[in-house]
């Protein structure tokens, strides 16, 4: 009897530890790739220095996109998949430096030479949009909007090059 238990416990211990590492997983709402680089959908919104703070926590890195050929491959990609009707916008790791025009993506420290933003965009609305989200109404002309960061939003996170 005790070696059932024992053999008991070692299963039942096992996978509840497994279920308990594998929880991790529902960090994630959606993992896809994109020319071999790993993007993974956050699945809980929070603000911009929220999202690259979890991004880096788990390794990886707040979205960057590095030019035209990558940013229509990702969009169409994120058009398949097609599960944001009501998600507003995504996170990219792209702000504004204090007081210039000069955009950056955040985790590289890359100036932004490629613009995708959609119609009347960038506008700084509310005159504190100081981050780029990428808008999924997939009926835009272009796809980017300038934010405010205290938005809540879903993070994208990439694999670092
Ligand atoms: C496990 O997942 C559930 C449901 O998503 C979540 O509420 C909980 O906080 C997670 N636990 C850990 C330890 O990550
Ligand atoms: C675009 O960026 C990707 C990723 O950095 C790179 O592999 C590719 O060569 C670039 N394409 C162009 C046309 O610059
Ligand atoms: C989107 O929101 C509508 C209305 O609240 C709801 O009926 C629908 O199920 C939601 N769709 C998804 C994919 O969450």
Known sequence: MNSFLAIWCAFICFTTTIA??????????????????????????MNFDDAINFCKVNNLQLLTIA???????????????????NISGLWTSGTKLAKSNDWIWLPIFEFITFFDWGSNQPDNLYGNEYCI?????FFVKGHWNDIKCAELLIPVCEMPN
């Open 133 to 137: 989200s990428i808008l999924t109404h």
């Open 67 to 85: 030019n035209e050929t990558e940013n229509t491959n990702f969009y169409n990609e994120l058009k398949e998949l097609g599960v944001f009707q």
């Open 20 to 45: 308990f590492v594998k929880n991790d997983t529902k960090l994630w709402s959606h993992t896809f790739e994109v020319n071999e680089k790993l993007y993974l959908l956050g699945s809980v919104k």
